[in-house]
């Protein structure tokens, strides 16, 4: 095809790709650039390492790409090369040694712009994911003389199970300490983080990959505590209680939402029927789903649920917070009939309910 008879697009495309420089285009598509020079084989391996949305970003810059100039190509892969170098050198020696070996070799300009790029970098790729495979038994020796801070950093990158299972291998007595700092945690520090990577790099071997997000806070504390068995979970909030109620209860009332009224069996919702005020039922079943109203409808007689039908038409339109505190009331009917052992919120009445 000539450029006579080339289509205003493909006119468009061809500029526009020799317009481009490493400097001037996205991440996603000097990915995808990267991925054509190194050939299907390659970029194949390098997407199963990646997440399901960048493989996403990177396809669709794929199926973009006309033409590319070869001084481009050329460009992003050295810049890769580059890239890759210095991150082997700052992981095997530290910032310092990656320095002077990088200025060694292209320079202080390109070297500072590595450095920073690479240290940036480390926040998101140290090693905290590796512990996922590692046995949690073996995983809280790896904890001994650590400060209480350091293992409420670690296991906030950990999923619930795997932390609430490494936490019941921990002293009795550390436990709600570590808990009480993950739920408090703040942004991590890179300065930080590269400690705590260097620390677990040299126990493991292994280096993981980890993404600066927000970690810790009250929900995952939550989580790990509604895996934990009831005895160690009852003991851990009683000491956060001690040093800080607030934080004690916020942690209780995530630990069991409304929703979980769908774990109870029958007869675990007629207890809650003759404990809670039939007025507080039917504002915490305003607006809620069918099923969760069927859960007490079942278990009510006809003249019950027309009367408690009728009263949540009468209220007509309610505040969204009344329908929450209303909630929360039967949220704490719940905890206190499950801590006794007359329900069980693990899905099935406790075994006296048995017949």
Known sequence: MTATSATPARRAETLRAATQTAETISGARKAAILCVALGDEAASEIFKYLDEDEVQAISKELASINNIPSELANEIIEEFHQILTARTYVISGGVEYAKRLLIKAYGPEVARRLIDRITRSLESTVGFEALQKVDPQQLSKLFQNEHTQTIALVLAHLDASTAADTLQYLPESQRAEILLRMANLQPISQDVIRRVSVVLDQKLRSIGDYSRRAVGGIRPVAEICNRLDRDASRKI????????????????????????????????????????????????????????????????SSRAVEMLKEEMEYMGQVRVKDVSAAQREIVEIMRELDEKGIISLSGGAEEEYVS
Request: net charge negative.
């Open 237 to 300: 909030l009683e000491d956060l209680e001690k040093t800080n109620a607030e934080l004690a209860l916020e942690i209780r009332n995530l630990m069991v939402t409304f929703d979980d009224l769908l774990l109870i069996d029958d007869v675990g919702i007629r207890e809650i029927l003759q404990r809670v005020d039939k007025r507080v039922l039917a504002m915490s079943l305003k607006g809620t789903s069918p099923e969760i109203q069927n859960r007490f409808f079942a278990n009510m």
